[in-house]
């Protein structure tokens, strides 16, 4: 009988349990979202003029130049802090990334898709995935749906965008330029320098090394948040976190903890003490118990939101998170014509150049002005060759490549780019129906010259070969008939006329007694 009396009380605790943990009891790590921080109420309309959509023009924003390129660069600085603010201890951190080019992202919520997915996650579970040093926090979100509000560029990737209502931007360009004010639907979308990096706060606080405040509450637009007083957002202390950038064009993260009305800072004080911490621009992000600060992918802040069990604080799953990071190429893939190294792009061949190996160079010539930069070399115009394009065609050539030859009458040079026998850089060329007659008489006089006396050489070389050849054949004639006949042998006689001396001293003569 013990058994089934046993039984009862055990039933009743496991189904206790059931619905303690499907109620989300034991799940002690989740925020229950209970310190809410947003500058609209739901009930409250704001003029028509707050929330007009800008699709076009140039509207108040400041543009700082990216920062010298500054060969390894150190790791983010992190400084904690503990200030008086109205009497009250506040801590919190202050971070310094140089580079924010390669250095600084805005993540979806969970990764790539988060926004489009709708997610939320953990400031830790976002900066884990993407191996971040230091990550906070970023822009505002629907707190029932999970919507990405504003404008958010993630990565090049535009994933959230605001329609051109208007709330405080802070955004880098493709080049490093860092922008932070409000822009139009039209500059988002620029192509020329495009953002790499961009997300909507709530509340220009620093503009050009002023506070802003007060003209930010004359514009921001209630469309992007559901409920809270705008006055009291602004005014009541709380947890804070902020993004801008200092003198150097330095990247500045701040975050303070607090708890709605009870501790923390208003935006006023986060604004000063921001400018006496050297920042030029900056706007205020979501706070509250959506103010996480993460160092290593380590939580590093006191939350406000109480988890299931109100004994614990839990951090809450928010929207974008704003990371700093190792430094990273930009684009990741170097434009694809080059490899990633150490957070610097190593362009590949010889002519691809810049920080992003999407400038073709081809020398300081540049192919001269007479050809195109391409990723083999210079492609020369028309009309022109060598390795940078300076060279004009050689003469009696032309064409791409100077690889035609010219066709020209009387040998005479053509137009390097087209050929053209009428017209030439060098010489002009004549066409046959331009010459004139005395031109052409004086053509047909030397061509006819020119046949007459190869006939009359040919015909002295006939007639002297003629003559050579009877002259041997009567010479062989005389000698063969010399050969048939008698020899007769004339005696020579001396040059004075004397007689020989076989002559005279002949047989028979007497002696001369008066010869010496």
Known sequence: MAAPSGRGPLFLIALLGF??????????????????????????????????????????????????????AGPPVVRTFVSHFGGLA???????????????????????????QKRRATVEETA??????????????????????????????RVSSSGGLQNAQFGIRRDGTLVTGYLSEEEVLDTENPF?????????????????????????????????????????????????????????????????????????????FLLRQGVVNAINLDGGGSATFVLNGTLASYPSDHCQDNMWRCPRRVSTVVCVH?????????????TCVEGHCKCEGHFWRGAACSELDCGPANCSGHGLCTEAGCHCDTGWMGSNCSKECPLGWY???????????????????????????????????????RAGELSFFSRTTWLALTLTLVFLLLLSTAANISLLLSSRAERNRHLDGDYVYHPLQEMNGELLATEKEQPGDTHNPFKD
Not at 326 to 338: I, K, V
């Open 90 to 116: 506040v801590s919190g951190h202050l971070t310094r990334a140089a580079e924010p080019l390669r250095t600084f992202s805005v993540l979806e919520p969970g990764g790539p898709g988060g926004c489009s």
């Open 19 to 72: 619905l303690w943990e499907a109620s989300g009891g034991m799940g002690e790590g989740v925020s229950r979202d209970d310190d809410l921080l947003l500058p609209y109420p739901r009930a409250r309309l704001r003029p028509a003029r707050d929330c007009t959509r800008v699709h076009t023009g140039s509207l108040k924003h400041e543009s700082w130049p990216p920062p010298a390129a500054a060969p390894g």
């Open 128 to 157: 884990r995935a993407a191996s971040c040093r230091v990550a906070q926090n970023g822009g505002f979100f629907r707190m029932n749906t999970g919507e990405c509000l504003g404008n958010v560029v993630s990565d090049g990737r």
């Open 326 to 338: 190792e430094p990273r190429c930009q684009p990741p893939d170097c434009s694809g014509h080059g």
């Open 196 to 272: 790499v990096q961009l997300l909507s706060g709530v509340v220009w606080l620093i503009r050009n090394g002023s506070v802003y405040i007060n003209e930010s509450q004359a514009t921001e637009c209630d469309e992007t948040q559901e409920t809270g007083s705008f006055s009291k957002f602004v005014n009541v202390m709380s947890a804070r976190t902020a993004v801008g950038h200092d003198h150097d064009g330095q990247l500045v993260l701040f975050h303070a903890d607090g708890q709605t009305e009870q501790r923390g800072i208003n935006l006023w004080e986060m604004a000063e």
């Open 399 to 437: 064409g791409p490549g100077c690889q035609r030859s010219c066709q020209c009458e009387h040998q005479c040079p053509c137009d390097p780019q087209t050929g053209n026998c009428s017209i030439s850089g060098v010489k002009q060329c004549l066409q046959p129906s331009e010459v004139t007659p």
